[in-house]
């Protein structure tokens, strides 16, 4: 019998697969959509980067794969990064980072050459913004002047965040997913350990425990789907913690049997009759990340 993480990845990619004209931007599906079209291709090729770096990389994103590798040499597709303008450099820059092997790079290097020194300074930048510029930058072998991640760890969301009182979340949504996106970088999306030391560790862990209780209770599924990520990425087995056990759990029940998770969270949730792409709008992303989270924590951990 599959585990819970199993099934949760296999319905996922199973929509996500069946629903690849909507991240493809220059599709029918796509070309009307409220959401971000470029955002929803980064995604995608985020999914596609960190799964193609497991043991055993899912053949259910064979299809997924060959559309990023597509659109990664398209030269109109970097244009669409201007759509939100505040938005366009980084956009670049992942792109530039997730870059698939063996492509041709020509347009790659095109984006590359048009980022900015502003883009990759640290000045005026927080920690937790350093943190994903060297995280990306790297990975796109681009210079930079960000700090060591050592320096910047005790400044991070990570450790620098403290949770609010008991009857209240504990911290608001923003920072929670400061705390998991900073995780994420740090850690390699469960590449590398984040290099805490003990300390460190038991706040962090206390942290993550105090939002994935108060995320289940409220059905927070993207947040909860980034949260057992990020229990992983600290060295823990999710499953093997009641938190992260029980996020799961919840995640497996919110999942329709069709594999989306249809919404954020319960409030937030599509209804089952909305229109293709409000409902792809809306459930995407929470769709991507519990599939992200499912193959990496159920893959053995990279030594």
């Known amino acids: 019998m599959s585990s819970p993480l199993e099934r949760l990845a296999a319905g ?8 690849l004209d909507h991240f493809d931007p220059f599709s029918a599906s796509a070309r009307t959509a409220a959401y971000g079209k470029a955002k929803a291709a980064l995604e ?10 497991l043991p055993e990389p899912p053949e259910a994103l064979d299809a997924a794969g060959a559309l990023v590798r597509k659109l ?15 938005y366009a450099a980084t956009y670049g820059l992942v792109y530039a980072a997730l870059a698939p092997e063996g492509i041709d790079r020509t347009q790659v290097r095109a984006v590359l050459g048009r980022l900015g020194p502003a883009l990759l ?3 005026g930048k927080t920690p937790y913004q350093r943190i994903e510029l060297r995280h990306y930058a790297d990975k796109a072998g681009v210079a930079h002047g960000v700090e060591p991640y ?5 400044h991070s969301p990570l450790l620098a965040f403290r949770a609010g009182p008991a009857d209240g979340p504990p911290l608001p949504l923003p920072q929670a997913y400061g705390v998991t996106h900073a995780a994420f970088y740090l850690g390699d999306f469960g590449r ?32 909860i789907a980034e949260l057992v990520l990020t229990q992983f990425i600290l060295g823990r087995d999710p499953l093997r913690t009641p938190s992260g ?3 799961v759990a919840c995640l497996v029940r919110a999942q329709r049997p069709d594999g989306a998770l249809p919404g954020r969270s319960a409030e937030l949730a599509a209804q089952p009759a909305a229109p293709g792409a409000e409902f792809f709008g809306r459930a995407y992303h929470t769709t991507l ?9 159920a893959a053995p951990r990279p030594s």
């Open 12 to 19: 996922a990619l199973a929509w996500l697969d069946g629903h």
């Open 121 to 123: 300074s640290p000045q």
């Open 72 to 86: 990664w040499q398209d030269p109109d597709f970097p244009a669409l990064f201007d759509e939100v303008p505040s």
């Open 44 to 53: 995608l090729g985020l999914l596609c980067h960190c799964a193609g770096r």
């Open 150 to 154: 050592a320096e910047l760890l005790p």
């Open 192 to 223: 590398t350990a984040p290099g805490l030391d003990a300390a460190g560790l038991a706040h962090a862990h206390d942290l993550v425990e105090r939002m994935l209780r108060h995320g289940v209770a409220h059905e927070e599924w993207d947040l």
């Open 289 to 297: 990340v519990t599939a992200l989270m499912a193959l990496v924590v």
């Open 245 to 247: 056990a029980a996020a």
